[in-house]
Nanobody
Framework: QVQLVESGGGLVQPGGSLRLSCAAS????????MGWYRQAPGKQRELVAA???????NIADPVKGRFIISRDNTKNTVYLQMNSLKPEDTAVYYC?????????WGQGTQVTVSS
């Protein structure tokens, strides 16, 4: 059973940085596309950033220039470096991965940007 385990969320002041990690376990196969989504209270879940196995990236406009997605294929792990954080970045961040045709989700990690 594939599991995605996220870490790195927390409370940070506006302008600060956080780095999220998500490791896929329970499989010998390399994840294909991996990504991060977020969901703020009362809003729909939205794509933040995605990365293919070949490291091509897609970054959502609200975070472009501030967030960087990367991955380590040897560890089946995806990262999200979040810089210049704003209060509107506050949300639960979910990791997502496609492994041999099936989509998996992490449990979510809370990111709160507040002074």
């Amino acid at each position: 059973q594939v599991q995605l385990v996220e870490s790195g969320g927390g409370l940070v002041q506006p302008g600060g940085s956080l780095r999220l990690s998500c490791a896929a376990s329970g499989t010998i196969f390399r994840a294909n596309a991996m990504g991060w989504y977020r969901q703020a209270p009362g809003k729909q879940r939205e794509l933040v950033a995605a990365i293919t196995s070949g490291s091509s990236t897609n970054i959502a406009d609200p975070v472009k220039g501030r967030f960087i997605i990367s991955r380590d294929n040897t560890k089946n792990t995806v990262y999200l470096q979040m810089n210049s954080l704003k209060p509107e970045d506050t949300a639960v961040y979910y990791c997502n991965a496609e492994v041999i045709g099936s989509i998996y989700w992490g449990q979510g990690t809370q990111v709160t940007v507040s002074s």
